[in-house]
């Protein structure tokens, strides 16, 4: 019995037609895939501002907690204190403002607390900088300044406002850059 081929053209046609349409598939996946990779990018990339956004904060809520140590007794707290929450002028600030309590001979009782981010202003996560301004309502209304005599030398007014906080990514931590008044006005 004879085995029925067929025609050679015909077996090549259908060849081609095999590799145009898995072509085309593939070009389609190819395309569905790029998609998917790009919005898999930019809501990881959106997840990796919210993480930096927070840890931000954190090192804001860190900063006044180590701050309001290190103020409390100035005589003996070491400079370097500041260090691990505070970079650059914020740090520099707070080394002045250790060594000007020394001068006076006053101390912080109490402590401010971090209300809440009113906004995020900026978010810059290249790789070279990573710096997050925020603006943050502060309530330093528990915080008293006491003098050399034991009397309150804390300033009169609304104990409640507003600054701008420039937190850096140095190294592996975020820490207070510097501060500034928000050009939103100060009330919260």
């Known amino acids: 019995m004879r085995t029925i081929t067929p025609p050679r053209t015909l077996v090549l046609c259908t060849l081609v037609v095999l590799a145009v349409t898995t072509g085309c598939s593939d070009k389609g996946a190819g395309a ?23 840890e931000a904060e954190q090192a804001v809520r860190d900063y006044f907690l180590v701050r309001d140590q290190c103020l409390a007794d100035p005589p003996n707290t070491d400079p370097s204190c500041f260090d691990a929450v505070a970079v650059d002028q914020q740090l520099l600030n707070d080394r002045a403002a250790l060594e000007y309590s020394m001068d006076r001979g006053s101390h912080h009782v109490g402590e401010v607390k971090v209300v809440e981010t009113e906004r995020v202003v900026e978010v810059q996560l290249s790789p070279g900088t990573k710096e997050i301004t925020l603006s943050i309502c502060l309530d330093g209304t528990d915080l008293d300044i006491v003098g050399s005599d034991g009397t309150s030398v804390k300033p009169e007014g609304n104990s409640r406002g507003r600054l701008l906080f420039f937190v850096r990514k140095h190294v592996d931590t975020w820490q207070v850059a510097d501060t500034a008044d928000d050009p939103e006005g100060g009330a919260c």
């Open 32 to 54: 569905q895939s790029s998609a998917s990779r790009s919005d898999h990018n930019e809501t990881q990339a959106a997840g990796q501002e919210t993480a930096a956004v927070q």
